[in-house]
Structure formats: structure tokens, C-alpha cells
């Protein structure tokens, strides 16, 4: 089983939609989690953090569920320019520090 | 102010050749780190640095080496390239290894191995 996994899509839909990603995790000793953004053959970006009580940062909203390991994203009113791989990245301790586990990534084409 | 930046961008190698892959960043990081991404696969930890003069194996290390020259330079060393090699490779940064910090990745590199 993926540490991190995600519905690769792609989840096609027009401008203005919302759209909701999920992605579970399996290692209950993680304690941060993020979405990251990835344009086709760039490199990941950090879109957002996503904190216990949720949060929002314009026309996206993530959510955690630590008793379910889920974690989810809202993108609403949807733009061209959203088109792109969102990837669901949890850490786990690793030695005395922490790695970040990346999911394989969920692809979103927004079209006209 | 380029933030992490990696050399080559491009590369086609034939097995059993040797190269080194090149990451600098410039905003005083402590801690740098060298993935792979594969088709339909996360990325995966290969090889990380702490710390400046500590480096540590990752996930995926069988096959690598690396070197952290420098607060600023993390290089990554492939001693025999191995067509199972083939993959874009990503170098990252962050100020610590630590539970919330932000990881600020280069262009990659992207490799072939014949």
C-alpha cells in the first residue's frame, strides 16, 4: 500500500467549477501536511499547509480528518491557469528530523 | 535571488557512464535534499543533508552518492548509470529539516540512461 495515496484523474472540468481532491495517508505519526502544485515538467511548488481546524487561502480550502488520515482540497470558481498536477505531500520522522512523502499526484484540467 | 538551481537540465548518459548532478541554493538553507519523480509515482527521496557536513540516505539511495560540498551546493552522483536511472531528478532546500518547513525545489534535471 502508497504511503500517500490520490485518484490520479484527470478530473476535466470547465471554468468556474469546483473541484474537490481527496488523499488519504497511512502513517498515523505524521504531523504536517501540504499541497503542493506541479505544471507540467516544472518543478513542485508549495500551494498551501493544511492545518487541523482547515484553512482557506482564496478560492482554495483544505481540510484534514487525523481520524480518518484524510486530507482534502476545494479549488472553487475554477481558471484556466489551475490546470495542473496537485500533489498531496504528508511528513513522517525520519532519524532525528522529518522526510515529506509525496502522493503520485492528481491532475486537473480546467477548460474554456 | 534564484533560489534552487540545477545543472544540466538535460542529460542522456549510456549504461556504465559516470556524472554528477549539480544543485546550489541561495537562501541560506541548512538543509538540501535530492528526489527522483518516475511516471505515476511520487517523488522519492534519495539522498538528504541535514546540515552542512552531515548527509544522510533516503528512500531510493542504492546506486548513489552525494557530496554537500558547502552550505549552498548538494551533488548528487551516479557511478555507473544504470537504464533504471532514466527519471527527472529534483533537487530541494528548506531552512531545517523540521516538521513544518517549506522544501523549494530546483527545475531538475532530466535524465536518460540508454
Known amino acids: 500500500r502508497k504511503e500517500v495515496e490520490q485518484d490520479p484523474g484527470p478530473f476535466n472540468v470547465p471554468e468556474g467549477a469546483t473541484v474537490a481532491f481527496n488523499c488519504t495517508y497511512s502513517?498515523?505519526?505524521?504531523?504536517?501536511f501540504f499541497w503542493y502544485r506541479q505544471d507540467c515538467r516544472k518543478e513542485p511548488k508549495l500551494l498551501m499547509s493544511v492545518y487541523s481546524s482547515g484553512n482557506e487561502d482564496g478560492r482554495f480550502t483544505a481540510q484534514l480528518n487525523r481520524a480518518s488520515q484524510y486530507i482534502s482540497l476545494l479549488i472553487r470558481d475554477s481558471k484556466l491557469s489551475d490546470s495542473a498536477t496537485y500533489l498531496c505531500v504528508v511528513n513522517a520522522p525520519m532519524d532525528s528530523s522529518y522526510k515529506l512523502i509525496f502522493g503520485s499526484g492528481t491532475r486537473l484540467l480546467v477548460r474554456p | 535571488n534564484a533560489g534552487v538551481t540545477q545543472t544540466p537540465k538535460f542529460q542522456v548518459l549510456k549504461t556504465g557512464q559516470s556524472m554528477t548532478l549539480q544543485c546550489a541554493q541561495d537562501?541560506?538553507?541548512?538543509?538540501m535534499y535530492w528526489y527522483r519523480q518516475d511516471p505515476g509515482m511520487g517523488l522519492r527521496l534519495i539522498y538528504y543533508s541535514a546540515s552542512e557536513g552531515t548527509t544522510d540516505k533516503g528512500e531510493v539511495p542504492n546506486g548513489y552518492n552525494v557530496s554537500r560540498l558547502n552550505k549552498r551546493e548538494f551533488s548528487l552522483r551516479l557511478e555507473s548509470a544504470a537504464p533504471s536511472q532514466t527519471s527527472v531528478y529534483f533537487c530541494a532546500s528548506s531552512e531545517l529539516a523540521g516538521r513544518t518547513d517549506t522544501q523549494y525545489f530546483g527545475p531538475g534535471t532530466r535524465l536518460t540512461v540508454l
Open positions: 537562501m541560506n538553507h541548512n538543509s
Open positions: 502513517n498515523s505519526a505524521s504531523q504536517s
